[in-house]
């Protein structure tokens, strides 16, 4: 699932969550080809050597480490979304595709950090306060802060966030 992602080959997701007793889709996401960050990635251990696919080794796909803004409903409690709501949805996100894949998993990882703020606005002073757990997702970058900034005006000229002046941001 790594190579894939970076070699661009990842497929789009599309989650589930049914009632099994009513037999009732409850909510559908999709999850665009584009939007897996390798931190969303957690490997599994290799099957045992008397499994049929012995040594073979999975992935569990951590939803949490998606942003919400990619993660696309398509089915809310029962209900489906407009076709034109989720296309909208779809196309405010569609720009992160045409970023290279290393990059883009920065990105995905800031602004999956400022949206755990669970503020519409917010300072570069907060968005240093998620340097450690950026840091954490990132060990082999020693300068954080700098790609914090980077990032932020990334995600600026992506649309998804706006530059409010003086230190302040504002998710769109």
Known sequence: ?????????????????????????????????????????????????????????????????????????????????SPKEVRREYARVRPLAALDAKQRGWTLDILNAVRSLHKAEFTLPEAYSLERSLAQLHPANRHVRDKIRQQLQVLRDLNLLEFVGRGKYRLR
């Not at 969550?17 to 490997?43: C, G, M, V």
């Not at 251990?45 to 696309?72: E, F, Q, Y």
């Open 1 to 81: 699932m790594v190579r894939a992602i970076l070699e661009n080959r990842t497929p789009n997701l599309f989650a589930i969550h049914y009632e099994p007793l009513a037999w009732k889709i409850a909510n559908l996401i999709l999850i665009p080809q584009f939007a897996f960050p390798l931190s969303a990635i957690e490997k599994r251990p290799p099957l045992s050597s008397t499994a049929r696919r012995a040594g073979w080794v999975g992935c569990n796909i951590l939803l949490h480490a998606i942003p919400p803004d990619a993660r696309i409903a398509i089915i809310t409690n029962g209900r489906p979304v």
